[in-house]
């Protein structure tokens, strides 16, 4: 299973002001060129802290803010100074994702395209005409449909994907996770574990599987998100999750992840890598 971090995310306050714009008029050359150092240090320190910890893939996540061009690029350029772990980039802006996916020296992943006829039309031929791999919404995250529609709708993305260009190798299905504090969401848990396997059955060549874990526990109390995240994520691994979007910094989530591994044969089983 592949651990993608989203530690890299405007949805964090300290990575936000990291990436605030700042206009010239508003401070000296001198005061620029130390925020530009301060914001760097900061990014690249968290990159590397995510690669240590065992990350695959490095997301960054400027849909809740500053979702502009520069700061993509800005952000990528960051990144890779340190690291040439594959990115995956989150935006809601097509030409935010031009101006990153120019900057990637390696394809990244897109993140996420749904059935909407903007996101079809716009983000994925964008996505092709770089070679990069796409996360493909294929559920409604507010309000999912049963297990037949949610498997039509990964069809007819799925096909539309292929026909921008971007064969099943480079797609990776995200049917989305709900909090589990509503009735709602524990319902749709359990539709997850019967459509992961079914996913594995309906495609050939196979697609890759994701999802955001920590959706699953807001709501719940914060001593409680770590553990129900951790679980949520033991069961979808079991069932074939390929990937997911995870803070790499949890030292028990990252666990979960290489025990996946070891007991699926996808990995040697070590004791200090239990331990870590």
């Given at each position: 299973?592949?651990?993608?971090?989203?530690?890299?995310?405007?949805?964090?306050?300290?990575?936000?002001?990291a990436l605030k714009p700042r206009t010239a008029e508003s401070i000296s050359s001198k005061a620029a060129e130390k925020h530009r150092k301060e914001r760097t240090d900061f990014i690249q320190n968290l990159t590397e802290q995510c690669v240590k910890a065992g990350a695959d893939i490095i997301e960054i996540n400027l849909q809740q803010r500053y979702d502009e061009p520069e700061i993509m690029k800005f952000a990528?350029?960051?990144?890779?100074?340190?690291?040439?772990?594959?990115?995956?980039?989150?935006?809601?802006?097509?030409?935010?994702?031009?101006?990153?996916?120019?900057?990637?020296?390696?394809?990244?992943?897109?993140?996420?395209?749904?059935?909407?006829?903007?996101?079809?039309?716009?983000?994925?031929?964008?996505?092709?005409?770089?070679?990069?791999?796409?996360?493909?919404?294929?559920?409604?995250?507010?309000?999912?449909?049963?297990?037949?529609?949610?498997?039509?709708?990964?069809?007819?993305?799925?096909?539309?994907?292929?026909?921008?260009?971007?064969?099943?190798?480079?797609?990776?299905?995200?049917?989305?996770?709900?909090?589990?504090?509503?009735?709602?969401?524990?319902?749709?848990?359990?539709?997850?574990?019967?459509?992961?396997?079914?996913?594995?059955?309906?495609?050939?060549?196979?697609?890759?599987?994701?999802?955001?874990?920590?959706?699953?526990?807001?709501?719940?109390?914060?001593?409680?998100?770590?553990?129900?995240?951790?679980?949520?994520?033991?069961?979808?691994?079991?069932?074939?999750?390929?990937?997911?979007?995870?803070?790499?910094?949890?030292?028990?989530?990252?666990?979960?992840?290489?025990?996946?591994?070891?007991?699926?044969?996808?990995?040697?089983?070590?004791?200090?890598?239990?331990?870590?």
């Open positions: 299973m592949l651990a993608i971090a989203n530690n890299l995310t405007t949805r964090n306050r300290k990575v936000a002001e990528v350029e960051t990144v890779q100074n340190v690291t040439d772990h594959q990115l995956c980039l989150s935006s809601r802006n097509a030409d935010t994702l031009k101006a990153g996916l120019r900057a990637c020296h390696r394809p990244p992943i897109v993140n996420y395209i749904s059935l909407s006829k903007e996101k079809l039309e716009e983000t994925l031929p964008i996505a092709a005409r770089y070679g990069a791999e796409a996360v493909l919404l294929i559920a409604d995250p507010t309000a999912p449909n049963n297990l037949d529609d949610i498997l039509k709708s990964a069809v007819v993305l799925t096909g539309a994907a292929n026909e921008s260009g971007i064969p099943n190798g480079n797609i990776y299905l995200d049917p989305g996770v709900l909090h589990v504090t509503s009735d709602l969401g524990q319902r749709y848990s359990r539709i997850l574990l019967e459509l992961l396997p079914a996913l594995a059955e309906t495609f050939d060549p196979p697609v890759k599987t994701t999802c955001w874990i920590n959706n699953a526990s807001a709501g719940a109390p914060r001593r409680l998100r770590p553990t129900i995240n951790n679980t949520l994520l033991a069961m979808l691994g079991g069932v074939g999750l390929s990937s997911a979007f995870i803070d790499v910094m949890n030292k028990d989530i990252m666990r979960t992840i290489r025990l996946i591994m070891m007991l699926k044969d996808e990995a040697i089983y070590s004791d200090r890598e239990v331990e870590r």
